[in-house]
């Protein structure tokens, strides 16, 4: 039976409107160059506050997949984008979607922490955690 890959629509709809709430600008589906080793690098979003830019991207487990696997080349990809962009984006944020996820707690409290160097860059959080903060305006 095919999954079903449309159940992120939603997820990046919170998003969006937690980013209407604290007043952003944005723009979906952009592409900021080239990911690590080649090939466009799309993001999901980009948020203006104020000329302050910020990457976000958006990862949906629903259940067991892939995605879990996906998170720390993103995180390389999007650490890359913000040290190459001559301070054009100030940060990202990779927002972690969906009940499907084993090793969200470890992304998100920064195991990654001791085998990538991103901290500064790139934060991990779940969809509330970014809701809360989107809505505030305080990316």
Not at 16 to 40: D, F, N
Not at 60 to 88: D, H, M, R, Y
């Amino acid at each position: 039976m095919p999954r079903n890959t449309k159940t992120g629509g939603v997820h990046e709809a919170m998003v969006l409107h937690a980013l209407q709430q604290g007043e952003y600008q944005y723009e979906t589906q952009v592409c900021i160059g080239t990911r690590p080793g080649g090939g466009k690098h799309y993001v999901d979003v980009i948020a203006d506050k104020m000329g302050n830019k910020y990457l976000i991207s958006l990862k949906w487990q629903q259940v067991g997949g892939t995605a879990e696997q996906k998170v720390p080349f993103e995180v390389i990809c999007l650490t890359e984008a913000i040290l190459n962009s001559n301070e054009k984006y100030i940060k990202a944020y990779l927002v972690l979607g969906g009940a499907g996820w084993t090793l969200r707690d470890f992304y998100t409290s920064g195991g990654l922490e001791k085998h990538l160097e991103y901290r500064e860059k790139v934060d991990i959080l779940t969809l509330e955690d970014f809701v809360a903060i989107a809505n505030k305006g305080k990316l």
